[in-house]
């Protein structure tokens, strides 16, 4: 089966590798559409630690049910569109042992620290099918990085009385600023972007500022009357966002990290202690995050959200286009939602 395999820093090569075959507990899939992410463009340029090359990338992913093995008792059946839970679990961890299998400490993601799912066939356990037969399978390949920014907001605790930050309005922001907003949160967008911005305030944000362009302290404070930020949730991974997060965030507010810094932090720690901050890491997502997107993307805002939908997808490449997508990607990173791979 054909099968895109990232070799080396910068290149990529499609390769035929052999089918999977349908064993015990399991469910093959029909690979749709599989989207590239941050991660994966990061192994692309060679700055991804957690992989070891040659890798092949991809968990967002959006298929067709091939075929159910005998034994699976489930409502998975051939020929439903699906997604897969990418992440595994060893159920031993202090992590798995307080339910929160999504921080496992031995997790091995789908196209990170194991193959993933860019070829035309994947065979996974029955349990990491998400199924729903109103969602498209392209859709499909949506709903994982959606599922990551639901579950900092939910790491975060939002209520819809809460003034919400959310730094950068790539697909994981744009998700934590749409389930922000379905709380009933004021959410304020902070891009460089303007074009991110622009569609960040149509799915739900409030109020959004060009960090490039604005003065960032000011504006907040302008908009909070000087009391800042409830919650501030950073989607970025820069030294910048995570020092304004704390800097930003209100006296007893929450600050939920997703972004990976690539160097050492500097804090001024008077912040954290005075302000008596409290400080999330948000890691991957739990089922109830993929089901919360799912349920959203069926919802009466679907209506709303169908012409929207159509500006996170920057591109789709057939395999073979795979490497100039991601040179194209890696020249202009900020100018890019998502990618996806049609087979």
Known sequence: MKTVRITEQGRTEIVEIKKPELIPGHVLLKIKYVGFCGSDLNTFRGLNPLVKLPIVPGHEIGAVVEAVADDVVSDVRQGMNVTVNPYTSCGACPACLNSRPNSCEFNQTLGVQRDGA????LLVPYGKIIADEAISARDFALVEPLSVGFHAVARAKVTDTDTVIVFGCGMIGIGAIIRAAIIGASVIAVDVDDKKLKLAKQLGACHTINSQKENLHERIHEITC????????????RPETYIAAVEEVAFTGR?????????KVAFDTQY???????????????????????EYLKKENLCAFAPLREKLISAVYPPEEAQNALEKWAENPGDVFRILIKF
């Open 272 to 294: 954290i202690v005075k302000k008596e901050v409290d400080i999330f890491g948000s890691r991957n997502a739990l089922p109830s995050d993929f089901k919360a997107v799912i």
């Open 255 to 263: 600050i939920a990290f997703i972004g990976y810094v690539k160097d």
């Open 118 to 121: 860019m070829s035309e066939y």
């Open 226 to 237: 000087k009391r800042g930020a409830d919650v501030i949730i950073e989607a970025v991974g």
